[in-house]
Every structure is written in C-alpha cells, then in structure tokens.
C-alpha cells in the first residue's frame, strides 16, 4: 500500500486514529436498544466543545480577556469566556432537543425545557477562570443523567437532583497545551486530543487507569490555617513532618515526602492526578464550611471519572457519588485520586490515625 508519504508526520494517520465520533458510534451499536439519541447528545456536546475551544484559544485576541461585570449565583465576577461558554453550551443543548433539564454553573435556576429530553445536562462551562488572564489551563466539565419517565413526567428540578451514581456519561475537557476531552459513558475512562487542524478528537489513551498509589498531592495549602486538625495532621503527613506515622500507613508502606503541585484549576489538578497517581483535595476549611468545589458538575463528575478509571472519591466520610443533592448549587468537600491516597485520606479522616 503506498505511504501516506504526502500526510505531514505531526497529523495523526487519517485511516489510523478512532475519532471520537466513532468511538461514541462503536458504543452506541454495544448498547442494546438504543435510539441514537444519546448519541447524538454526546455529538452535540463535542461540537460545543470545539467552539468554545476555538474562542478559548483566541481569547486573548479576540478581547474575551476580563470581566462582563456581572456576578453570578456564586457571586463570583463572571469573566466573558465564562459567559460566552455558558451560553456556547446551552444554545447547543437546547438545539440537540435531547435534554429535558439543562443546569451550569453559570445560571441561577435549572432550564426545564418544554420537551420530553430525555437526558439533565449538568456542566461548569468555563473551571478555572481564576486563571483565565494568566494562559494557564482551563476547562469544561459536564455529566449526564437519564431522566426517570420522560414521556410522562414534565421536566422538573428533582431530575437534576440525583447522586451521581446515576450518571450515565460524565467528562471533562483541558483547553492546555492541547485539548484533551476526557470521557466516560460507563465503559471506561477514555482521552482524545483535539487536532486543531481539522476540527477532529481522536483516541489518544483508551482506557486509561488511575495509578493505584501516586507520590504528589496537590491541595491549596494557602487555606492550612483554616482547616481542621485531621487535614493539618494528614497534609503534614504528606510532607514527611508528621511524627506520628499512622500505623497503617507504615504497613501499607507509603513513601513520604510527596510532591506538590497546584494549579488552582480543577481540571487541570484532576487530570494530572488521573493520569500519574496521587491525591487533589478541595477540603471544607473555616470560610468554605461545605468546601469550594460543587457537588453537580464539578465533583460527581469527576468523581464517576476517577471510579471509572479504578481511583477513589470522597468528602471524606463517604462516596462522593453517594451523596444525595439538596440544591442545584450545593457544595462539597472534594478529595480524588489513587485508591491507596484516598483510602489512606479517609483514615486520618475518621481518626484513624493521630
Ligand atoms: P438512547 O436510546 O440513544 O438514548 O440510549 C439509551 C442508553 O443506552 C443511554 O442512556 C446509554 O446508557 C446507552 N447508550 C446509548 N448510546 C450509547 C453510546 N453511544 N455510548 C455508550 N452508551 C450508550
Ligand atoms: P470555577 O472557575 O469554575 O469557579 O472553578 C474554580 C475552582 C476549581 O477550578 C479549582 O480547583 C478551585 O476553584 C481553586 O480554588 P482556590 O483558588 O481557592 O484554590
Ligand atoms: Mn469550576
Ligand atoms: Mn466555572
């Protein structure tokens, strides 16, 4: 067969590489009975991706930089590329017609559309913003949930109120370096890089595993002083300054010091820490009683995530993906990563150790 001699070597092979969207096609034939529809839910979730991408790498040319002034639900001023990728990915999910509820980060209320979707599109359109002015990596998270009896019932708020448990795809994407779009309907963690060139993911880790023990932690230590003494007692652990090392953790053999690293954006900490091992930890601390972090569409989805890929996730007594919602916006103590790290977290936690 003749080389691909005329393809530049840095494109991926065009016959070579799975695209996402064959990827999704693949499993939709796996899924017995199904419509298309969730398919065509997860096509219309990327096509929002690659724009938001391309305003995301534009940004700062295109005059998206700083704020719009407003302030959202959370009270946090709403930078333009948060606004211009919320409303990226509720245009688009209104069009697919698949999504009886729609609920981001960026509006007050749940969208209870006039239809029967049969999906709740949950998403943090724009994580990271903080980081928005200074070129460091940001991202998109969303999960998707299947909604109990579409035909019958109107959409309503409760649909969007369910554990995560009941997620039925759930991913992220990291505008960094390159774009990566990170995803699970349930089969699997799987990554695809975004060629920029042609507008295409392709497949470029399929089923990827969380290390079950990793040697960096990456928490905002700026916040030790607020925390409580069962997270001052394990972060200190984690340094190699504990006294006391917990007798559990010799058995288990735990080296320390780890290292740290801290981006301040949840997908990009989430990513390093899915891909090498280790722990993130948003914990609650005296000003964020509940924790920073949201349970809906930034905590269970990367909770299922790490799950998938063989890692752990905990507010610190119990699964995050146990947890059952009360508001559309609640907060949650946020700790993911290795299972080894995290069950060692949960120790020190419930008093375990010293
Ligand atoms: P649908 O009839 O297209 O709404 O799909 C029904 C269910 O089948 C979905 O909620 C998924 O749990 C599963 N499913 C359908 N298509 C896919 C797919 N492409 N990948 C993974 N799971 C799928
Ligand atoms: P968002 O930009 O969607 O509000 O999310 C920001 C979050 C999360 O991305 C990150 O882990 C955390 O804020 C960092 O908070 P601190 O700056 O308090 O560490
Ligand atoms: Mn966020
Ligand atoms: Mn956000």
């Not at 995301?56 to 709403?78: C, I």
């Not at 369910?162 to 505008?175: C, H, N, Q, T």
């Not at 504990?242 to 801290?262: I, L, Q």
């Amino acid at each position: 067969m003749a080389e691909h001699s005329s393809i530049p070597s840095f494109l991926p092979p065009p016959v070579g590489g799975t695209t996402l969207r064959e990827h999704v096609l693949h499993g939709m034939h796996a899924a017995p009975g199904a419509t298309g529809e969730f398919t065509s839910l997860l096509n219309h979730i990327s096509l929002a991706i690659r724009i938001i991408n391309s305003r995301v790498r534009s940004a700062g040319l295109a005059d998206l930089l700083g704020y719009t002034g407003e302030t959202n639900v959370q009270g946090e001023a709403v930078q333009k590329l948060d606004a211009f990728s919320n409303d990226v990915l509720l245009n688009v999910l209104q069009r697919s017609g698949h999504c009886g509820v729609i609920a981001s980060e960026e509006l007050d209320e749940a969208i209870l559309e006039n239809n029967h979707g049969k999906y709740v599109a949950l998403f943090d359109p724009l994580d990271g913003s903080s980081n928005i002015d200074t070129n460091v990596g940001i991202g998109t998270i969303f999960a998707v949930l299947r909604r109990s009896d579409p035909k019958l019932s109107p959409p309503a708020l409760a649909d969007a109120l369910r554990p995560g448990r009941e997620i039925v795809a759930a991913g992220y994407v990291l505008y960094g370096p390159s774009t990566v779009f990170v995803l699970s309907t349930g089969q699997g963690v799987h990554s695809f890089t975004l060629d920029p060139s042609i507008g295409e993911f392709f497949l470029s880790q399929p089923d990827i595993q969380c290390p079950p023990r990793g040697s960096c932690y990456s928490v905002n230590e700026g916040n030790y002083s607020r925390w409580t003494p069962e997270i001052q007692s394990w972060v200190r652990w984690l340094k190699g300054d504990a006294k006391d090392v917990p007798p559990a953790a010799e058995a288990a053999g735990f080296k320390t010091p780890y290292g740290a690293r801290y981006v301040g954006s949840l997908v990009a900490d989430a990513h390093r820490t899915l891909m090498k091992g280790g722990i993130f930890a948003y914990p609650a601390d005296a000003k964020s009683k509940n924790g920073k972090l949201r349970l809906l569409y930034e905590a269970n989805p990367m909770a299922y995530l790490f799950e998938q890929a063989g890692g752990g996730a905990t507010n610190g007594t119990e699964r995050i993906l146990d947890i059952m919602p009360a508001e559309l916006h609640q907060r949650t103590p946020l700790v993911i990563g290795s299972k080894d790290d995290v069950a060692a977290f949960r120790q020190f936690m419930v008093g375990e150790r010293r």
